[in-house]
């Protein structure tokens, strides 16, 4: 899978504003296996949003991804599921330590995730959401960028555009 280099558009990034936190961005989170690395997740997303049970994230993320690898290829991934206790979509970007396997097409281990939870009855909100994030995360420089952010708060100012 080839990937256009272009820059994302403004608004594109807006959305992301709307969705992502600096308290669910991480930068070289710790992932020695996708069973790790979504239990990090789950404490990020849940400690961020109290109303969120770890437990539960947890447990959606690892069903929806039993369904099928959510790993795009080019070391990028978009786990994804509805959660009836979300009150708003929300995102977590996230870009691990070291690159782990995540059965992706192109069998490349993956390093930069966006994560996205939705509403349970979000269905159709839930698939714009995730063209979005894949359209952008298709992006080679935009995520050459987001690789080489060395801390959690330049990683969460260039996901939603601002100059650093």
Known sequence: MSFPDRTPSPAAMN?????LSPGRTVCHAPGASKKRLFETI????????PSLVYEEVLSLLNARERLGSTGLGQ???IPHCRVDACP???????????A???DAPDELPVDLLF???????AHQQHLD?????ARLFSQAEFCRQLRA????QALFELAIGQDL
């Not at 952010?149 to 959690?152: D, E, G, N, W």
């Open 15 to 19: 959305f992301l504003n709307e969705i």
């Open 42 to 49: 789950a404490h990020v997303i849940s400690d961020d949003q």
């Open 75 to 77: 070391g990028i991934a």
């Open 115 to 121: 994560v996205l939870l939705v509403p349970g009855e």
């Open 129 to 133: 959401i995730l063209a979005n994030v």
């Open 88 to 98: 708003r979509p929300l995102g977590s970007l996230i870009t691990l330590e070291q």
């Open 149 to 152: 952010a060395q801390s959690s």
């Open 100 to 102: 782990i396997d995540f």
